[in-house]
């Protein structure tokens, strides 16, 4: 996509999808690896940058001032101006609505990502349950049972952290396709050139949303299954111990 942008609204709308784009692939390497805390970390990023590029879609200002290729841009005083202390989600907003989502839709999806904002925002500033939870895994795998182990177990917070990149991934293609197959079809995306990077592009969109509608049920696991209560955990994991224990022996005096 960023090949076949063409001027400066175009090209901080690719630039930030290219950033989206390196951050899912760490996020996906780190979850695989077990390093569930560190992806929330991604994940916070991944939000936030998609904050950014879906603003770039249509807000022509924004995606202007927006400079990532001059030397001389001023990072801070671009994120206070325009992002920070909540300035960005009224833009925000107004660009899912512009997208064709409702108003409550979009009121939702911007609440949405507050929440999980300050839910991530933990990880980022070393809460304590984020350095106990990177000492101590909760086990995907066993649930209710801690795993002191470095790598390769997967978190039992996998599946929510997994569903909230997958959910944001759906809501920014559904924006983005909207915009761009829209009757006006903002400024910022007729930079985009016609060439087969597009063309991938939308292919891929469109077998995400396939994918992603047959597939997430799975995403929303039973949480009181993942995380049981201390005594029922404690009584699976005895009865599994009792069940994999060896027969005893049959005695002489039984023979």
């Not at 001389?72 to 920070?84: E, P, T, Y």
């Not at 404690?234 to 023979?255: F, G, L, N, V, Y």
Request: aromatic share 8%; glycine share 6%; hydrophobic share 45%.
């Amino acid at each position: 996509m960023l090949e076949y942008s063409r001027g400066p609204k175009a090209f901080a709308f690719a630039s930030l999808v290219s950033r989206m784009k390196c951050l899912a692939v760490s996020f996906r390497e780190l979850v695989l690896i077990g390093q569930a805390d560190a992806a929330r970390l991604i994940a916070r990023a991944f939000l936030e940058t998609s904050e950014l590029a879906t603003v770039s879609m249509a807000d022509t200002e924004f995606a202007i001032a927006y400079a990532p290729d001059d030397l001389s841009f001023d990072d801070q005083a671009f994120w206070k101006r325009n992002v920070g202390y909540g300035k960005i989600y009224p833009v925000l907003k107004s660009v899912y609505v512009q997208a064709g989502l409702s108003g409550e839709l979009s009121e939702h999806a911007v609440s949405w990502r507050k929440e999980w904002k300050d839910e991530l925002s933990g990880a980022v500033h070393g809460a304590a349950w984020s350095a106990f939870q990177c000492a101590i895994v909760p086990s995907l795998e066993s649930p209710g049972m801690g795993v002191a182990k470095a790598l390769g177990h997967l978190s039992a917070h996998t599946p929510a952290l997994c569903k909230v990149v997958l959910d944001e991934v759906r809501l920014f293609s559904e924006v983005f396709l909207n915009l761009l197959h829209s009757k006006t079809v903002p400024d910022n995306l007729k930079g985009l050139g016609t060439g087969p990077e597009l063309a991938s592009t939308l292919a891929a969109a469109d077998t995400f949303k396939e994918l992603f509608t047959q597939l997430e049920d799975n995403l929303v696991p039973d949480r009181n299954a993942l995380f049981p209560e201390p005594d029922e955990a404690s009584e699976e994991r005895e009865e599994t111990q009792q069940s994999h224990a060896p027969t005893p022996r049959s005695s002489a005096a039984d023979c």
